[in-house]
């Protein structure tokens, strides 16, 4: 059973390029998170998807972020006009289930830099 | 929301020796308590976690200790070997809503050979 699945590892874009990010669950799982990292600080949540619906998207930015998690294929996080702010890593994580008493599983990130 | 601090932020000891590191939160509510062992290039795996109706769990090497009156929960290591270097993260779920953990800063953790 393969683990979470992220790509890229690693993208670089330009001050005003479109960055997108690939998450896949564990087979099985239909809820996803989305946590950007900065560097030496803890993760940050940024929005939880159940496949075709935004369940919660409170810790994302009002503008230029967006997430889908469509019914067939991948999780996108999509950053648009992306500024050197953006830079850090984003990690997705699944789980099979909703609540408290279920684990996350994250993926390996990507690692997004601005230049 | 959930107020979450990690104490230390950066823990050195020697192979061999014994490890702790703290995590208070704030919110009454919260009834699972995992750590998390982030190494370096990787993302967070879950290593150890507890309920609110325990007080204590043990994994070999590891343990969680709870006290809900306090609201601090603590990970223990015992007998630390290099392979423990890692950031530590604490990721305390509160009830209610979309469960959504609060991620403490982390603790650094590097054990000496």
């Known amino acids: 059973n393969a683990g979470v699945m992220q790509n890229p590892r690693h993208l670089v874009r330009r001050r005003g390029q479109e960055a997108r990010l690939r998450c896949s669950p564990m087979k099985g799982h239909s809820h996803v998170y989305w946590y950007r990292q900065l560097p030496e600080e803890g993760l940050k949540f940024m929005v939880y998807l159940q496949k075709e619906n935004i369940i919660d998207e409170s810790g994302m930015p009002k503008e230029r972020f967006s997430a889908e998690f469509p019914k067939e294929g991948p999780s996108i996080l999509r950053i648009q006009q992306v500024v050197r702010g953006d830079s850090a890593a984003y990690f997705c994580?699944?789980?099979?289930?909703?609540?408290?008493?279920?684990?996350?599983?994250f993926g390996a990130g990507t690692r997004l830099s601005v230049l | 929301g959930e107020n979450v601090e990690q104490h230390p932020s950066t823990l050195s000891v020697q192979e061999g020796d014994s490890a702790v590191i703290k995590c208070t939160y704030s919110?009454?509510?919260?009834?699972?308590f995992p750590w998390y062992k982030q190494e370096l290039g990787k993302g967070p795996q879950l290593i150890i976690d507890?309920?609110?109706?325990?007080g204590e769990k043990k994994d070999q090497r590891i343990a969680v200790t709870l006290n809900k009156t306090a609201k601090h929960f603590s990970l223990h290591i015992t007998e630390t070997q290099p392979e423990d270097s890692a950031v530590y993260f604490c990721a305390p779920h509160a009830s209610g809503g979309s469960y959504i953990p609060t991620f403490g800063r982390g603790t650094s953790l590097i054990v000496h050979p």
């Open positions: 919110d009454s509510a919260s009834n699972y």
């Open positions: 994580a699944s789980s099979p289930l909703a609540g408290a008493k279920n684990i996350q599983y």
């Open positions: 507890i309920r609110s109706n325990v």
